[in-house]
């Protein structure tokens, strides 16, 4: 990247406030291969839609935001390769692709320094190439400031905000067909066959090389214990969690259904019809906020400041020393109590407060 950073013509001089009536095509890059990282883009999908609403609007993403983002008002979402040797002349195809377009802006929405969108939109020949300041922006010659957010929703917010582009929203919203939604609570009753108690969904799993997985034995003691509150109790896994499932299978016995749903669209029409999903820091997570489920989310110490949705979208308890079963049960119950007319969730403070109170 250090080498085909100079083919770029670098322009120190940024443009202030381009001319909105002469740009006509768009190109958005969040070229991020996880779950999460893709979602955190719908935002920008949104504010460019909303400011340019006759504009033409692309996308370069991953495989699996092509998935997530299907009925985002897009007109072509590209992939970008990532496989060696394949990205040796498929990234040249992409660039001719892009060039051929003849974009009147193209925008990295990463909110990061990488380098990988900032060469996509370095190359993609758009007359406005906009991005971060920092080590790849000679590839751009609008360059947004620092941004002073740490966490990954409001970063892109503030981003947003700096190319004068309000949204209003933090957190986007997947969309779905109505057969979608309906064949996700048809699959979802199924799975909760007999049962008439709100309807609680806990995924069980998280990046185990992150650390960011809670022990199986919390897992097993808090589904245990909605169950017993008589709530309607569904455990989730991940492809990412094949490991725990057997001992998961045998730990919560016939009563708790565990279910594998490999496609991401199926699950997440699923989930949306939950009163409330359960779950540690994990793409699941982003996904259910982009939804509308209620979320409780368990977070690390280390990573909640970075990744945790805003309060509008999820309840979040996390601690130094971890958390236990029982302080996310009682942050469960409180949620699924919780008069929520005003559509927010405390904050993070006001629940570690609550929960220790309890």
């Known amino acids: 990247m250090g080498v085909i950073g100079w083919c770029v013509r670098a322009n120190d001089g940024g443009i202030a406030d381009p001319d909105r009536s002469s740009i006509k095509k768009i190109l958005l890059v969040r070229a ?6 893709a979602l955190l883009a719908l935002p920008a999908v949104a504010g460019f839609r909303n400011s340019f609403p006759d504009a033409q609007i692309d996308f370069v993403g991953s495989p699996i935001s092509a998935v997530l983002f ?3 008002p897009l007109n072509r979402h590209f992939v970008a ?8 002349w498929q990234y040249p195809r992409l660039i001719r692709r892009l060039r051929a377009n003849r974009y009147d802006m193209a925008v990295d929405v990463s909110c990061s320094h990488s380098g990988l969108c ?17 080590k790849w922006d000679h590839f751009f010659d609008l360059k947004i400031p620092k941004l002073r957010e740490e966490n990954k929703y409001l970063k892109l917010t503030e981003f947003l905000a700096a190319m004068r582009l309000e949204t209003g929203i933090s957190v986007g919203a997947m969309k779905f067909s109505a057969a979608e939604k309906a064949d996700g609570l048809s699959k979802l009753e199924s799975y909760l066959s007999g049962k008439s108690g709100k309807r ?7 990046r185990k090389l992150r650390g960011k997985r809670w022990p199986v034995e919390n897992f097993v003691d808090l589904i245990h214990g909605l169950d017993q509150r008589r709530f309607s109790v569904a455990a989730f896994l991940g492809p990412e969690e094949k490991d725990i499932a057997d001992l998961l299978r045998s730990s919560l016995g016939s009563r708790i259904p565990l279910t594998y749903e490999p496609s991401v669209r199926k699950f997440a029409a699923m989930i949306s019809h939950l009163d409330l999903l359960i779950c540690c820091d994990s793409g699941p997570m982003h996904l259910a906020c982009s939804v509308g489920v209620p979320v409780l989310a368990i977070f690390q110490e280390r990573d909640v400041a970075r990744w945790a949705p805003p309060p509008s979208a999820a309840r979040v308890v996390h601690g130094a020393a971890g958390v236990g ?20 969730f405390p904050t993070v403070a006001e629940t570690k407060t609550a929960v220790s109170a309890g």
């Open 32 to 37: 991020n291969f996880r779950m999460g990282n």
């Open 70 to 72: 299907q009925y985002q």
């Open 81 to 88: 390769p990532r496989r060696f040797p394949g990205v040796l």
């Open 118 to 134: 900032s060469f996509i939109v370095g190359f993609s020949g758009a007359r406005i190439r906009a991005g971060l300041a920092g």
């Open 200 to 206: 609680v969904g806990v995924f069980v799993g998280g």
């Open 325 to 344: 079963a029982m302080e996310v049960l009682e942050a469960a119950l409180m949620e699924l109590s919780v008069n929520r007319l005003t559509g927010a």
